[in-house]
C-alpha cells in the first residue's frame, strides 16, 4: 500500500511529539511493506509567523490531495491578542469545514497500567472504553448570525445554535455504525428540555435508529450526561453529541482515562480523514522534552484503522504502547510511584523498540 500523508506539526509541543508518531510509522511501512509519502505544511500560530494566517492556501491544498492529515496542535499565549478571524484555532476549523469532516471520534480508554494515574477511584474508572462521537461542522461554532454589536447599553455578542435533518442523520449514521462494531449502545445526549435544536435532534436521532434495530438507543440530558461520566462512565458505549457539548464532554471523558496527553482522536466524513491528539498545544511544556507524545503516536493507529483500513498494523502500535507503560516507563504527566520517568523521545524509543 501506497499512501500520502500531510504532516502538519503546528505549535507548542507539536514540533515534539509529530517526529515520534512518525517514527513509529514508518517502522510500520518497513515490518508490513507499505510505503508513507509525508508533506508537510504550516498551520496555526506557526503559520501566522511565517505566512500571516492560520492556515494559508498551500497548506490547505496539500490537505486536499492527501489520503489523510497528521495534525500536531494549534494555539498558544503568543497569538490571543489577534482578531478571532486571525487566531490559530480557525485553522483547524477551516480544515474540518473545507475538507468536509463532520465526525469527530474521540476514544477514552484506560490502559490497565495507567488505572493508578486517574483521580477518580480504581473500580470506577478500571475498564473504562467510550467512544465520544462529536457533531463537528454544524451548531453553535457555526450557526448565524454572530458576532458583536454594539448596543446604547455596550455591547452583545451573538451566537446561533443551528442543526438540519441532514447534519443530525449523518452523526448519528456514524454512531450506530461505530457501535455496531463494539457492544452496540448509542448513548444521544442533547438538551430537549430547553433547546429547540435539541428538541429536533433527539426527534432525528430517534428516527435513525429505526435502521439499526440491533443497537440500543438511549437518551441523556448533557448535564445528567456530565455527571454519570464521573459517577459511572462504564454504562456508556458510544456517545453522540452535537459541536459543542461533545467539545466539553470529551475532554471530560478524556480525564478519566488519567491524562489527556494519552488520548488520541479523528475527524472524517469525507475522503481525507484528519488525526490528532486531543490535549492541545501545551505552551508551558513545550521544548522541554516533557510532553506526552502516546497521544500521537495513537493517532497515527487511528489513522491506519479508519482510513487505511489496517487493522493489524494498528494493533501492533496499541500493544507497543500497552507494553511499554507496563514495564513502568512514565512522562511526568503520568507519572507515579514505582515509575520510571523519561521524556517525549525517549517515550517514543521505548515504544519504537516494543514495536
Given at each position: 500500500?501506497?499512501?500520502?500523508?500531510?504532516?502538519?506539526?503546528?505549535?507548542?509541543?507539536?514540533?515534539?511529539?509529530?517526529?515520534?508518531?512518525?517514527?513509529?510509522?514508518?517502522?510500520?511501512?518497513?515490518?508490513?511493506?507499505?510505503?508513507?509519502?509525508?508533506?508537510?505544511?504550516?498551520?496555526?500560530?506557526?503559520?501566522?509567523?511565517?505566512?500571516?494566517?492560520?492556515?494559508?492556501?498551500?497548506?490547505?491544498?496539500?490537505?486536499?490531495?492527501?489520503?489523510?492529515?497528521?495534525?500536531?496542535?494549534?494555539?498558544?499565549?503568543?497569538?490571543?491578542?489577534?482578531?478571532?478571524?486571525?487566531?490559530?484555532?480557525?485553522?483547524?476549523?477551516?480544515?474540518?469545514?473545507?475538507?468536509?469532516?463532520?465526525?469527530?471520534?474521540?476514544p477514552a480508554k484506560m490502559y490497565s497500567a495507567l488505572v493508578d494515574a486517574s483521580t477518580l477511584k480504581k473500580e470506577v474508572v478500571d475498564g473504562i472504553d467510550v467512544l465520544v462521537v462529536r457533531e463537528l461542522t454544524g451548531?453553535?461554532?457555526?450557526?448565524?448570525?454572530?458576532?458583536?454589536?454594539?448596543?446604547?447599553?455596550?455591547?452583545?455578542?451573538?451566537?446561533?445554535?443551528?442543526?438540519?435533518?441532514?447534519?443530525?442523520?449523518?452523526?448519528?449514521?456514524?454512531?450506530?455504525?461505530?457501535?455496531?462494531?463494539?457492544?452496540?449502545?448509542?448513548?444521544?445526549?442533547?438538551?430537549?428540555?430547553?433547546?429547540?435544536?435539541?428538541?429536533?435532534?433527539?426527534?432525528?436521532?430517534?428516527?435513525?435508529?429505526?435502521?439499526?434495530?440491533?443497537?440500543?438507543?438511549?437518551?441523556?440530558?448533557?448535564?445528567?450526561?456530565?455527571?454519570?461520566?464521573?459517577?459511572?462512565?462504564?454504562?456508556?458505549?458510544?456517545?453522540?453529541?452535537?459541536?459543542?457539548?461533545?467539545?466539553?464532554?470529551?475532554?471530560?471523558?478524556?480525564?478519566?482515562?488519567?491524562?489527556?496527553?494519552?488520548?488520541?482522536?479523528?475527524?472524517?466524513?469525507?475522503?481525507?480523514?484528519?488525526?490528532?491528539?486531543?490535549?492541545?498545544?501545551?505552551?508551558?511544556?513545550?521544548?522541554?522534552?516533557?510532553?506526552?507524545?502516546?497521544?500521537?503516536?495513537?493517532?497515527?493507529?487511528?489513522?491506519?484503522?479508519?482510513?487505511?483500513?489496517?487493522?493489524?498494523?494498528?494493533?501492533?502500535?496499541?500493544?507497543?504502547?500497552?507494553?511499554?507503560?507496563?514495564?513502568?516507563?512514565?512522562?511526568?504527566?503520568?507519572?507515579?510511584?514505582?515509575?520510571?520517568?523519561?521524556?517525549?523521545?525517549?517515550?517514543?524509543e521505548k515504544i519504537l523498540e516494543n514495536l
Amino acid at each position: 500500500m501506497k499512501k500520502h500523508i500531510a504532516v502538519l506539526a503546528g505549535d507548542g509541543i507539536g514540533p515534539e511529539i509529530v517526529p515520534q508518531a512518525l517514527n513509529v510509522l514508518q517502522t510500520i511501512g518497513q515490518r508490513f511493506g507499505h510505503e508513507f509519502d509525508l508533506a508537510y505544511g504550516d498551520v496555526g500560530g506557526q503559520a501566522i509567523d511565517s505566512r500571516g494566517v492560520p492556515l494559508p492556501p498551500d497548506t490547505l491544498a496539500l490537505a486536499k490531495k492527501s489520503d489523510a492529515v497528521l495534525l500536531g496542535a494549534v494555539g498558544g499565549p503568543k497569538w490571543e491578542g489577534l482578531e478571532y478571524e486571525r487566531r490559530p484555532e480557525r485553522a483547524l476549523l477551516g480544515l474540518r469545514e473545507q475538507l468536509g469532516l463532520f465526525a469527530n471520534l474521540r476514544p477514552a480508554k484506560m490502559y490497565s497500567a495507567l488505572v493508578d494515574a486517574s483521580t477518580l477511584k480504581k473500580e470506577v474508572v478500571d475498564g473504562i472504553d467510550v467512544l465520544v462521537v462529536r457533531e463537528l461542522t454544524g451548531g453553535i461554532y457555526f450557526g448565524k448570525p454572530k458576532g458583536i454589536e454594539q448596543t446604547q447599553t455596550g455591547h452583545k455578542g451573538i451566537n446561533t445554535e443551528v442543526y438540519t435533518t441532514e447534519e443530525i442523520q449523518r452523526i448519528a449514521e456514524v454512531a450506530f455504525k461505530a457501535a455496531r462494531k463494539r457492544n452496540r449502545v448509542v448513548t444521544s445526549v442533547d438538551k430537549a428540555n430547553v433547546l429547540e435544536s435539541s428538541e429536533l435532534w433527539r426527534r432525528i436521532v430517534t428516527d435513525e435508529h429505526k435502521k439499526y434495530p440491533d443497537v440500543e438507543l438511549r437518551h441523556m440530558y448533557v448535564d445528567n450526561a456530565a455527571m454519570q461520566l464521573i459517577r459511572n462512565p462504564k454504562q456508556f458505549d458510544v456517545l453522540v453529541t452535537t459541536n459543542l457539548f461533545g467539545d466539553i464532554l470529551s475532554d471530560e471523558a478524556a480525564m478519566l482515562t488519567g491524562s489527556i496527553g494519552m488520548l488520541p482522536s479523528a475527524s472524517v466524513g469525507s475522503k481525507v480523514g484528519m488525526y490528532e491528539p486531543i490535549h492541545g498545544s501545551a505552551p508551558d511544556i513545550a521544548g522541554k522534552n516533557m510532553a506526552n507524545p502516546i497521544g500521537m503516536i495513537a493517532s497515527v493507529a487511528m489513522m491506519l484503522s479508519y482510513s487505511f483500513d489496517l487493522t493489524k498494523e494498528a494493533e501492533s502500535i496499541e500493544q507497543a504502547i500497552q507494553k511499554t507503560l507496563d514495564q513502568g516507563f512514565r512522562t511526568k504527566d503520568i507519572e507515579g510511584p514505582g515509575t520510571t520517568l523519561i521524556g517525549t523521545k525517549e517515550m517514543g524509543e521505548k515504544i519504537l523498540e516494543n514495536l
